[in-house]
């Protein structure tokens, strides 16, 4: 893997400075509000003074303070100095909320600078969705997130050429579910091969490990295929699944937990090569459980209790 990243790929030193689309101090709006509570000071309405002072004064720190902080990180990546570039990067949006493209775009370069691109990444991305998409400065916040989308991809196919498949299975194989999962949303090429092409991903399926809230666990569920599973781990066994605890058969319904739609899913979309059904429950030694598709009763577990049903 390469020791250094060539950041020329992507930004260059003064690019900042040219993607700058506010070069000038506009100092109108706030010499109005200035105006205006210097006339309602003359006329005694010293509350309106206040409020038109004080609007003055946010409009230095919004706009005008945003510009020059923005043209000093600029200058800042000319002498290299990309932690001082981040910060007045950072306080000229200190909110993240910016209409404006141009503190997305020095933020976004001092991190590529300091070879940090998933961070720059996500910087851009929040300029991609806060600015306007027919402001002149948009296509530039798109193009350039596009850039290090595409390099961060580069660099992760760099390993998987280097490194057997075998090798990297071992490992993946060693990390946790959640682990996995949060492997796949660094960059696209990971997402398609932990998502799309390597099959262990879905070997095991465990509540425990699933995210949170309910409705993340929906979108990752749909994108499991239905011939992978081959495990399921859930956290209690009251969703649509009949108990029968000392002879009387009863049946909760808790399908809006993460337990009850692994479950929904499994039979919807018919897990039908799962060796291990778990549950995470404890049952006493007269107790027994099945669920209501017959098609599992074989594979049944119950952690704690070890008790397995036999159809």
């Not at 000392?246 to 929904?264: H, W």
């Amino acid at each position: 893997m390469p020791t250094s990243f060539e950041t020329q790929a992507i930004v260059t030193h003064g690019d900042t400075h040219l993607s700058l689309t506010c070069r000038n101090l506009d100092l109108t709006t706030t010499q109005e509000a200035f105006d205006n509570g210097n006339h309602a000071y003359a006329a005694d309405d010293y509350t309106g003074a206040i409020d038109s002072y004080t609007q003055a004064l946010n409009i230095l720190r919004a706009k005008i303070a945003s510009v020059i902080l923005l043209h000093r990180a600029a200058a800042y990546e000319m002498e290299h100095d990309y932690t001082s570039a981040l910060r007045d990067g950072s306080q000229a949006n200190p909110n993240d909320n910016s209409p404006e493209p141009d503190p997305y775009i020095a933020k976004g370069n001092a991190l590529t600078f300091q070879n940090n691109l998933k961070s720059a990444a996500l910087v851009l991305k929040k300029g991609i969705d806060n600015v306007d998409a027919t402001h002149p400065g948009y296509p530039r916040l798109v193009k350039r997130h596009k850039q290090l989308l595409d390099e961060m991809d580069r660099r992760n196919r760099w390993m998987m050429n280097i490194l057997p498949y075998e090798v990297i299975s071992r490992i993946l194989a060693n990390l946790s579910f959640d682990d996995r999962h949060r492997l796949s949303q660094t960059c696209c090429f990971w997402r398609s091969f932990m998502l799309r092409e390597w099959s262990p991903m879905w070997s095991t399926i465990d509540a425990s490990e699933m995210p949170t809230p309910v409705h993340k666990t929906d979108r990752l569920l749909d994108m499991v295929p239905s011939d992978s599973v081959k495990r399921v781990k859930l956290d209690s066994i009251t969703e649509t699944i009949f108990i029968i605890v000392e002879g009387n058969m009863q049946r909760i319904d808790s399908s809006d937990t993460v337990s009850g739609r692994i479950l929904k899913t499994m039979m919807e979309q018919k897990w039908n090569h799962i060796e291990s059904l778990a549950f995470r429950y404890q049952l006493s030694a007269n107790s027994r459980c099945y669920p209501s598709y017959q098609e599992y009763a074989e594979v049944i577990e119950v952690e704690k209790s070890c008790y397995t049903y036999q159809s």
